[in-house]
C-alpha cells in the first residue's frame, strides 16, 4: 500500500525483492472457497478480457454479470462481479473444476494472495507497492514455494491488466479531481459507456476519425479521450 497507511493484522507489506510463501492448485482442500462471498471489483481491462471470452458486447456483459453502484462520496460509478444467490453468493464463474473463465479471470482474482497499490506522484510518474493478504481459509499459505512479487505477477499474466489498471488512473487521480471535481449525471453515465461498453464508443469517436484496433488499444485510447473531455 502506497507509504504510510495503516494496514489490518492479516495484511503484510512486502519489500522490494522480499517473498512469500503460497501455492494454489486443483488439489488444495481449499480449491475455490475464495470464488464466493466476495465484492470483486472489475476494471474497464477486466470487462475486455471477460467479454472476449463469454462472446459478448460489454454492454450485454454487465447487463448478465455486473452490478453497477454509486454511493455518496463516489467520483465515478463502480461496477461489481454480480453473484449467484445460491446461499454462498457464488461467482457465476466458478464450477467444481475451477474456474470457467480462466483466460479471462479478473485482475484481483489473478493478484491474489498479493494486493496491488499504484499512485501518481506529484509528477505524474506512477508506482506501486504490494502487500500479501492472509486469509484463514485460504491454505496455500501452508505450501513451502516460495515466490516474489515479479515472478507471481509473470505466471499470472498480470502485465496486460496492470498496465491497462495504471492508465485508469491517471484519469481517477487526476489533479481536477483531487481538486474537487464531481462528474454530473450525464458525466457519469459517459463513463461507463466509453470505458466499460466501449462498443458504443468504437462506432462514434474511434471509427468515425478511421482507427481500426483492438478492444485494448481501444480502451487506452478511450481513457485518453474520456480525460480530455471531462477535463478539456
Ligand atoms: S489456496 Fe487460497 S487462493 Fe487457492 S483455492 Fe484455496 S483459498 Fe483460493
Ligand atoms: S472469476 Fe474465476 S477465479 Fe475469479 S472468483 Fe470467479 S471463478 Fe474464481
Redesign the pocket.
Known amino acids: 500500500m502506497k507509504p504510510g497507511m495503516q494496514l489490518p493484522n492479516n495484511v503484510k507489506q512486502l519489500a522490494e525483492g522480499e517473498s512469500f510463501c503460497f501455492s494454489c492448485h486443483p488439489e488444495v482442500h481449499c480449491f475455490?472457497d475464495c470464488?464466493q462471498q466476495?465484492e470483486?471489483a472489475l476494471t474497464p481491462y477486466d470487462v475486455v478480457r471477460l467479454k472476449d471470452v463469454l462472446g459478448l458486447t460489454g454492454k450485454e456483459f454487465l447487463d448478465q454479470y455486473a452490478v453497477i453502484e454509486y454511493e455518496e462520496g463516489d467520483i465515478f460509478p463502480r461496477v461489481y462481479l454480480a453473484m449467484q444467490n445460491d446461499g454462498r453468493e457464488s461467482?457465476p464463474?466458478?464450477s467444481v473444476d475451477g474456474?470457467t473463465?480462466?483466460g479471462g479471470?479478473?485482475s484481483a482474482?489473478r493478484t491474489y494472495p498479493l494486493g496491488r497499490a499504484a499512485w501518481l506522484d506529484q509528477k505524474g510518474e506512477s508506482h506501486s507497492s504490494h502487500v500479501v493478504i492472509y486469509e484463514n481459509h485460504c491454505l496455500g499459505f501452508a505450501d513451502t514455494s516460495r515466490q516474489n512479487v515479479v515472478n507471481w505477477e509473470k505466471s499470472q499474466g498480470l502485465a496486460p491488466y496492470n498496465e491497462a489498471n495504471d492508465q485508469l488512473m491517471a484519469l481517477l487521480q487526476h489533479k481536477n479531481i483531487r481538486a474537487g471535481f464531481k462528474p454530473s449525471t450525464e458525466q457519469r453515465e459517459l463513463f461507463i459507456q466509453t470505458l466499460y461498453h466501449l462498443e458504443p464508443f468504437k462506432k462514434t469517436t474511434a471509427e468515425n476519425i478511421g482507427l481500426v484496433m483492438s478492444d485494448t488499444a481501444l480502451l487506452r485510447y478511450a481513457i485518453h479521450w474520456l480525460t480530455n473531455e471531462l477535463f478539456p
Request: proline share 8%; charged share 10%.
Open positions: 475455490c470464488c466476495l470483486l461467482c464463474f466458478v474456474c473463465v480462466y479471470r479478473p482474482c
